[in-house]
């Protein structure tokens, strides 16, 4: 089971920017998929993005509405998800996870290794 580390949550007002990080292994973003999940209080987790080994990209178009974009940097094995135009209703702790390669990307189950999270806290 990899390492993934996020870094970069905290408290923004509605319409600010933050910029998540998750840092795992050279050879695990370069060769696994790599996505960003979400989970805001009482509710299940949610698939945020995911990008695959060869750079193809997912989201979740009902919940990012364009404003998430979602890098990788293999060389330093990390995967960052940009946030744009936050609103409240994104206010969840976000997690960093690697599945296998040709697994459901937006599937939580498809993935074997899970970060411990970081709070991102919208307010209005």
């Known amino acids: 089971q990899a390492q993934l580390v996020e870094s970069g949550g905290g408290l923004v007002q509605a319409g600010d920017s933050l910029r998540l990080s998750c840092q795992a292994s050279?050879?695990?973003?370069?060769?696994?998929?790599m996505g960003w999940f979400r989970q805001a209080p009482g509710k299940e987790r949610e698939f945020v993005a995911a990008i695959s080994r060869i750079g193809t990209f997912k989201y979740n178009e009902n919940s990012v509405k364009g404003r998430f974009t979602i890098s990788k940097d293999s060389v330093k094995g990390t995967v960052s998800l940009q946030m744009n135009s936050l609103e409240p209703e994104d206010t969840a702790v976000y997690y960093c996870?690697?599945?296998?390669?040709?697994?459901?990307?937006?599937?939580?189950?498809?993935?074997?290794?899970w970060g411990q999270g970081t709070q991102v806290t919208v307010s209005s």
């Open positions: 050279a050879r695990i973003v370069m060769w696994y998929t």
């Open positions: 996870a690697a599945a296998p390669p040709g697994s459901p990307s937006a599937v939580p189950g498809s993935y074997t290794s």
